[in-house]
């Protein structure tokens, strides 16, 4: 991706953009560092130049298996320090997340816990708290509340952040990434969405709004009840996965479908999985199950001893993430997220959460204030 890419991504991030010429006055994060392990893509490239703009260091890793080449070399020219290089080998990443902590930021912004995790494992003086992301890293950092004690604000849990990115973003993007990695059609193909949050919601009506046929599998029975209203199959799992063209998962939870699930699928079934974690779809054990051959990048087939082929998309990582051109969530979408995590971090940096807001959602009132800007600054009314 080229640096012109890079702006035009930037530049489109009208929220980000107003904050940071903000923030060269005000300068909220003088004097402090902040750490962070996120995707490391254009969008993340504004934020972390929007915290800069504040004074802050930014110390910096990506997530496992996203990191863009051409986003880190930018990042870097400009200053922030980028720590490893693009992995998909937990061990590396966990020693790129000691990286960032050796810099003893006073501040963390965390994308699935990975952080804050480690932080716990190695405490130090200083750390005033932070933010996180994702709702898989919400479970994880609720999990060890009490050892926390610091004040971490859940973007994830911010309506705008479910509506905005994780309904309508994510959606759209996993099935931009459907068709960007098959070049398949979606009219009448038969296509299981595994979860029905806020995540599940928008793939499963995006590939509806396609003419596909889709099946929703939900454990919880009121999301699975909302699913069935909303017009959706909510039917037997096994009759589900013995038509499925398509199969996608998004519950945030390990495990969902597994090797032992093969004799079920149908040949030709493609398998996505847009969860944070690769532990949705047991990709390595279902290509360790037959011989593999790449069907393009970022698809690979296995063909199983019957002859049955099953083509899995990313070695089952983040699917929005992987493969050509990775676009991930649009560029609104994640401008929006992105102004409540800079006014998050900022609230930290004033001492205006305290620690009784230890994995607390977005306050109200920054939810209210990033929602006005968004409707003044992009969609132009007052
Ligand atoms: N790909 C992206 O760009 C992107 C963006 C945001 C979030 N995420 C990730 O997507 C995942 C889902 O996020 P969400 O916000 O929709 O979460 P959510 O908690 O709103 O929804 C998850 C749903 O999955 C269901 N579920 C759990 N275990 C299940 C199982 N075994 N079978 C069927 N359903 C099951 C839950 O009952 C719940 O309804 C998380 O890992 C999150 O971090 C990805």
New binding site residues.
Partial sequence: MSAERIEWVISSCKLLSQIGEEFDGTMPFEGLTIGTAIHLEPKTAALLLTLQRGGAHVVSTGNLNSTQPATVAYLRDRGIQVIGEPTADPVAHAEDLRGVLEARPQLILDN?GDLFTQYLLEPYEGLLGGTEE????RDRLAAVRDQLQLPVLVI?DSPIK?FA??TH??GQ??FESYMRLTNRSTQGKRVIV????????GVAANFRNAYAQVTV????PV?RLEACLDGFDVSDRADALAAADVIVT????P??LLAADLPALRDGVILMN????PH?IEAEAILAAGSVTTAGPGLETVTLADGRRIHVAGRGH????SGPSPL??SIESMDLGFALQSRCLEAIARGQADAASVVVPVPKAIDDAVAGAYLREVVGVG
């Fill in positions: 699935g994702t709702t898989s890293g994830n479910q990115e994780n973003a994510v993007s996993v595994f979860g029905y949050g806020s995540c599940g919601r599998l939900e454990a919880d999301q998004v519950t945030g939870a495990g969902i847009a969860g944070h974690f949705e983040m699917v929005n993430l991930g969530n």
